[in-house]
Structure formats: C-alpha cells, structure tokens
C-alpha cells in the first residue's frame, strides 16, 4: 500500500461505521497501538547537506535501512542526528520515496551507482514508479548487455565456453559464425560455393567457340561434364549443409517450416529430379524448366546478408500497400487496353487484336518503357494513348514514395508497438502482483491471527510483540479493516486456489444421498456466522446431502448453504417447513467459536432454536475444533 | 471562482463550481481550508490531530479537494480483492455533504469528526444518510439492495463460502426485519435509530473505531 494512502487509512477505518449496522455479529477488536509516541522531527545528515522529516514518514516502510532500528547504527549521539556517508543527490530520491511513496530514477544518474545506493537503503528496485520504471529497465539492460560483453571478449580470450551439448554448439554455429573460426570458415565455404553454383547457371548458357560444324553451342553443352561436376559438387555441399542443420535445429518442425529451408530444398531439387529423369525423354522438356528453379540458391544469400533479411520483412510488412499499387495499376490497364482496342479497330493492319493483346501497349506504354512494337495510328488511338502514358506516370509516381516512407513508418512503428507491449505486459504483472500480494498478505495475517488474538486476551505482551513483529501498525489496521468487511458480509477471503477447489468440490456434491435429517448426531455443529472457518476439516459421521439445492431456500431467507466439501447438515422438506413455520425466528447458534478463547457472547433474547440441535461447544476449546458444518443459519439478532 | 496559491485571501467557499467544461481549469484549481482555528472549532479534533489529517490529506490531493475519481482511487487501494467502486460512490455522497461533486478538507474532517469523536446517535445518524442514497428520509429496499450489493462486491470473488447471487437480497431482508418496526417497507430514522439502540453488537461496534487518530 502506497504511504500517501497510508495516511488515508484512518479515513477507511473511520468510515466502516458505515457498515455495522448492516452486520449481524460482532466486529473484531482493533489493534492498539502500543506505545504511540509523539510525533517528531528527525534530522538525516548525508555526507553534510541536512534532510529533516517525520519520523512516522519513515516508518512507513519498516523494512528498509531508515524504517527500521538499523538507522540507530548511524545515529551520531553528540550531533543528535543520522549521520551517512553517501551520495546526498540519490538520498534525495530515496527520501522522496518515504514522502510520497513513489521512487523516482533520475536519468543523469548512473545506473550502477543507483543500485548500489538502493541496496544500501535496503529498497527494492521493483517499486520503482512507473513513471521511471522502464527508463530504468532500458539502463539496466543496456549495463548487463556491456557487462556480458566484457565477459565474452574475456572469455573468448580465455578460450573456455560453457559447455553446451553437441547439438547446440552446432546450431549455435550455424546461426552466428562469429561464434568460433569453424563457424566461419562454414560460412565462407557455402557463400563461396553459392556463388559458385550461381556462376555456373549463368555461365552455362553463353555460347562458347564453335565446333567444326559452324555451330554455336553454349558451355553448357561444350564442357558438360565439367559443367555436371561442378553442380554436384555444389549440390552435395548444399545438401550436406541442409542435413546439418536440419540436426542441429532446436525445433526441428519448426525448421522445416521456415522460409530458408524451403529455400535450400528448392535449390536442391531440380538436380535430385534431373538424376532420377535423365532415362526418360519425355519429361526432358519439363526437366529443363526445373532448372530454372536452380537460381533460387541465390536467395541462400540472404543468411549471409542482414539487409536481405530485413528488405524481405518490410516487404511482407508492407503487403497491403503493394497490393493497392498492383490494384490500381490493374485497373488502369485494363481500362486504358479497352480504350485503346476499340480505337484502333478500325485502322487495318492493326497490331491491338483483342483487349489482352492491347495490355501489352499498356503496360509498356504506362512504365515509359515504349517498345515500339505495338503503336497506335488511328487519331483517336494516338489522342489515348499519350493519355495513357501520362497517366502511367501518375500511377506510377505517387504510391511509390507513399509505399517507401510506409516501409520506414510501418518498420519503426513495429519495432516502438513491440516494446510497448512488453512493456505493458510487464506493467500489468508487476501491477497485479502488487495486488496479489497486498491480500495474500492479508490471508497470511489471518491464519497467524488466531494466535495473535488468543495472545492479545491472555494479555500476554511480550509474545504479542514476537508475533506482531511482522507487520506494522498500518498492516495490522488494514487487516483489521478487511476483517471488518468479512464479519459484516458472513464470508471470508480466500485465495484464488483454495476458491478453485471449493468450487470443484460443490459441483461435485450435487448428488442428494437419502438420510435421514438426524440433528442431533451431528457435533461440532456450528452455525454461528461468526464462526472463522479452519483450513483442516472434518468429516462429520452422519454425512448428508448438501442442503444447497433446497426449494424452500426462498422460504427460509435465512437458511445459509455452503457450498465445502464437508457433508452438510440437512433436514427433510417437512421439517424445514416446520421451521419456517415458526417464523423467521432468530435460528442463532449459539456462537459456536473455532478460534482459541474469543468467546461471543449471544444476545440474551436468542435461544437456539430447534430442539434437535446439540448444545453448542463450551467456547474454551481450542483452536481444533471444526466447526463449519454446511447449513448456516444466518443468525438474526433478536431486538 | 478559481483560487490560486498566491491569492491572498483565503476563502471558505469551494472553488469546484467550475464545471468540467475546461479541462485545465480544473487542474490548476486550488482550495484552501479554513483556518485551523476555526476548524478545531467546529470539529472535535485537537489542532495537531487536524495538523496530521490535512498533512494526509494535502499528500494525495496537492490541489486541496478531492473529486470522486481520486476518492474511489484511494478507497480501492484499500480493498484488492473486490470492486470497491460502488461503495466509494455511495460514500463520496455521504461526504459530499454540499453534493457540489468534491469533497473539500472542512467537508472531510467534518465527517471524520461525527465518525470518530461524535456521539452514538450523530453516528447512526451519519450512517443513516449513509444509506439513504437519494435523502429523502427513507431507506427504501431498493437503496438498501444497492447499498449491500455494493459492501458485497468489495468482497470480490474468492470468498468462503461462495457468493451467490442473491446472498445481498436475504441480508437486506435480514436488515428490514430488524430495522422496519411498522412493517412498512421503508426504514425511518427513528426507527433505524431505536433499532440500533437497542443491539448490543451494533452499539458495541459504534465504539470500535474511537483511537483511529
């Protein structure tokens, strides 16, 4: 809980007057506060420049160095004052921490020097504001990454690795060849064979000298062999390099799937199909299109260009851009094609026979290419076509520099959205932990509250303050406060596990059991809505049906079920009814207590009504006694 | 009326008749109490309680008032578990007592001093208005359903035993049978008052929060 708001406690307190009048049983006592001093200013001397506070502003905080006792260790008895040796600036920020419950980092502060200032004031980092908190993190994570690096320069001095499997040494090598010399000499080896077998496509298709016969063939065909060496060579390089890294992936599913092995595989294919087709003259037609698949290995570049990498992912982030610029291109094509075809059907000799071969004209003519195979001659024809290749420069011209400053927009935007959102991840966790913890803290403190209150009426002081050393005054109002509410709405705090099992168990309990409604053989019979429920139960012999499917709820507004997986006390429909008849009487238990000696007292008016029920246990037993059974009579006070 | 720190004059009246019309307005407006005098005064705190409660006070609203957003803000802090919301609205109207939509430090330790040094029946009175949500003089069931709904969802979900849906509606029927004398459908505040008197547990909780400052 914030200091500020601390200080809005009492407000909190104060108005839960609010609630007693609604509650039907009896508040907890509230927590003295032992020894109330008068509030005083202390002076906090750091390295010379004087900070004055309240004394209760630092004690807001009792686990760090200036909220507990350990500032005494600094305490200087001539001056009267706290005397630390530190850097006055952070002091500052530290000090504003206790104030406003807010702690702040100041940007022109090393980030090292703060820590270390935090640690010594005992302050945890993670209650750094949010305001700061992520500038911090960024300094923080910019220290360790410097930090690591000098450990690795270090260490690769060294020459000592931790040792990572085989496997993982591999992948590791595959993915940063700056990581050994082996790494990247593979590196170099496959971009040179890369090349290599790029060369060689290209090469295979220039013609080469002639052979008697003046026939020009191309080297391909010239030096086949060679030609057929070099390719598997450079296939058998591939191929071993995919198999590698196929092994060494983490996830092989995942590998397979990516971009770059569908790369490698498409550039491996063709040579694996020519081997197994080379018999059969059919498909040798379809055989040599599938060597044009071979030109792919050059994107096999891209593992060994950053800027490939990155040109490929703006351009799948710029889809939906280059998607209107390829519509809209269309449409005019298609548009100024028709144009174009029935102004010139009347001209003979026309080279625009149908619309799709006027396309052509469009094309060329809207890119500035002009060929000049395909030209307009009817007047109309020439008047549309200088239309179009104006017009083609518009089109052109203006999603292009639309589309580049997206590239760079779209690319920073991703990049900023995606810190944001870790960012707002780690916000939301660290803002649920806090209230995860402030009521974990508050179910904590009820299960030792059974002790502290059993302590607190035997007046025993000294062992109250060894329980109580834990929380502080403010804890120990708060919890007070929540205890209130509980006692004023008959229901308790638990947490979210525990209310999982309760709520699997009801459901499970939905199955009536005949028995007969024997009240009297149920002890440990409490229905006192004051009862505080203990986390051992006991299975009470004569088990019943959960009463909680019961018609005559409606009648007896006063009936109570739990829902726990302790069997729960019912009665038959008749004598229910017989109940009811008698009115909404005060059914009180008699407050049946499970905590040590806090003994409620009943009004005088109630008498525990019905005959069948069993007296109620003396209230001195001791904190073992399991009590909750599950039909709870809520208890109505007599007036 | 905006006030601003270098005012001379200090002045009792609020200055949240601006509307919400002008958004920086508001945030620069600025109220000063009354004197401490005065308040000790009119209050039953002692003039270094007062010191503590606008040292408070002054912390989580630098601007001197509090509007109903800030009021739930911190009213929540105080209940993780549940949805205080509701509650804080009901509240921040039992404060208000001037209903001019914000809750200055006289209206605040005005109601501060009927709840913690005031007498039984100023108290029950307090409460009284409390519940009575449109202050006509009677607690009609509806008032009290939203009232007891909204204690309920401070609880929030995970409680023991579970909450069902009509857990609210049986304690204001509880509540009715108590409090409504003449069966009449409608709690007056006599005879919310002579109920009350007459139940120890309620009488007894009425002291419960006497050291609180």
């Not at chain 1, 299109?289 to 290995?297: E, W």
């Not at chain 1, 269309?330 to 006027?358: D, L, N, Q, R, W």
Request: proline share 5%; hydrophobic share 35%.
């Amino acid at each position: 809980m914030a200091a500020g708001v601390a200080a809005w406690l009492p407000f909190a307190r104060a108005a839960a007057i609010g609630w007693m009048p609604v509650a039907n049983c009896p508040m907890p006592l509230a927590p003295t506060e032992k020894n109330k001093r008068q509030d005083e200013l202390i002076i906090l001397n750091v390295s010379g420049r004087r900070f004055q506070t309240w004394r209760t502003t630092l004690e807001r905080y009792p686990d760090t160095l200036l909220g507990s006792t350990e500032k005494e260790f600094f305490f200087n008895e001539d001056t009267k004052e706290y005397f630390f040796d530190r850097d006055p600036e952070v002091f500052r920020c530290i000090l504003n921490f206790y104030r406003t419950g807010k702690l702040h980092y100041p940007r022109y502060e090393c980030i090292s020097a703060y820590d270390e200032e935090l640690a010594f004031y005992g302050i945890l980092p993670e209650i750094i504001g949010d305001c700061c908190y992520e500038e911090y993190k960024d300094r923080k994570r910019e220290n360790a990454e410097r930090l690591m690096d000098d450990n690795d320069s270090e260490n690769n001095q060294e020459g000592s690795m931790p040792s990572l499997s085989f496997r993982q040494t591999m992948w590791r090598a595959f993915e940063n060849p700056h990581t050994s010399t082996l790494a990247l000499v593979f590196y170099y080896v496959t971009g040179f064979f890369i090349a290599v077998s790029v060369i060689t496509n290209v090469v295979e298709t220039v013609p080469c000298g002639t052979v008697p016969g003046n026939k020009e063939l191309p080297c391909g065909e010239r030096y086949a062999v060679a030609f057929f060496c070099l390719d598997t060579a450079c296939v058998m390089i591939f191929t071993v390099e995919y198999l590698l890294r196929l092994f060494a992936a983490p996830s092989r599913y995942r590998f397979i799937r990516s971009v770059m092995s569908i790369i490698d595989v498409v550039a491996i294919m063709p040579y694996y199909i020519g081997l197994v087709m080379t018999n059969n003259e059919d498909v040798s037609g379809a055989f040599v299109t599938l060597r044009v698949f071979r030109v792919f290995r050059i994107f096999k570049f891209s593992r060994h260009s950053q800027g490939l990498r990155i040109l490929g992912y703006t351009l799948k982030s710029c889809a939906s851009e280059l998607g209107f610029l390829l519509f809209s291109l269309t449409m005019a094509i298609i548009i100024f094609a028709t144009v174009m075809f029935y102004a010139e059907k009347g001209s003979s000799a026309s080279k625009f026979t149908s619309i799709p071969a006027s396309f052509w004209y469009t094309i060329v003519t809207m890119t500035t290419l002009g060929y000049g195979d395909m030209v307009p001659k009817t007047i109309a024809g020439k008047i549309f076509g200088s239309i179009c290749s104006l017009s083609g420069v518009l089109v052109i011209a203006l999603p292009v520099p639309v589309i580049v400053s997206n590239f760079s927009r779209i690319y920073h935007q991703n990049q900023r959205a995606d810190k944001r959102r870790a960012q707002k991840k780690a916000r939301l966790a660290r803002i649920r932990v806090a209230k995860t913890g402030s009521s974990n803290a508050y179910l904590h403190s009820k299960r030792n509250g059974l002790l502290n209150e059993a302590l607190e009426l035997t007046g025993s002081t000294e062992d109250e303050q060894h329980t109580t050393k834990g929380t502080s005054l403010i804890e120990s109002q708060h919890h007070h406060l929540l205890h209130c509410l509980e006692k004023t709405t008959n229901h308790e705090f638990i947490d979210e596990q525990l209310f999982e099992q309760n709520c699997m168990e009801s459901s499970m309990q939905n199955y009536p059991s005949s028995r007969s409604p024997s009240l009297s053989s149920h002890h440990g019979l409490t229905t006192s809505c004051c009862s505080r429920r203990h986390k051992k139960t006991t299975h009470l012999p004569n088990s019943s049906v959960p009463a909680t499917r019961l018609r005559s709820m409606q009648e007896l507004s006063t009936i109570h079920i739990q829902c726990s997986e302790q069997p729960s006390l019912t009665t038959s429909r008749s004598s229910l009814n017989m109940k009811s008849d008698d009115g909404l009487r005060p059914n009180c238990k008699a407050a049946q207590i499970t905590t040590a000696i806090i003994s409620i007292p009943t009004p005088p008016a109630l008498t525990p009504e019905g005959e069948s029920r069993p007296p109620p246990s003396s209230p001195g037993h001791s904190t073992n006694i399991s009590t909750t059974t599950t039909s709870n009579i809520v208890k109505v006070s007599a007036l | 009326m905006k006030l601003l720190p270098c005012s001379a004059a200090k002045t009792t009246s609020p200055v949240t008749q601006n509307t919400v019309e002008d958004e920086m307005e508001m945030a620069t407006v600025r109220h000063r109490p009354e004197a401490l005098e005065l308040l000790e005064a009119q209050s039953k705190f002692t003039k270094k309680e007062l010191q503590i409660l606008y040292r408070g006070f002054k912390n989580e609203c630098p601007s001197g008032v509090v509007n109903e957003e800030t009021f739930k803000e911190i009213y929540s802090q105080f209940f993780p578990q549940g949805d205080s919301t509701t509650y804080a609205h009901f509240l921040f109207n039992a404060f208000d007592t001037d209903h001019n939509g914000s809750v200055s430090f006289e209206d605040f330790v005005m109601g501060l001093s009927i709840l913690l040094r005031g007498t039984v029946q100023e108290k029950l009175n307090w409460a009284f208005n409390l519940y009575d949500i449109n202050k006509d003089g009677y607690i009609t069931k509806e008032e009290m359903l939203d009232i007891m709904k909204a204690i309920y969802d401070m609880m929030g979900k995970c409680t023991y035993p579970v909450l069902k849906e009509d857990t609210p509606r049986q304690h204001v029927e509880t509540f009715f049978q108590k409090m409504d004398k003449n069966k009449d459908g409608v709690v007056t505040i006599d005879e919310f008052i002579e109920s009350c008197q007459k139940d120890e547990n309620i009488m007894r909780s009425m002291q419960l929060f006497e050291n609180v400052i």
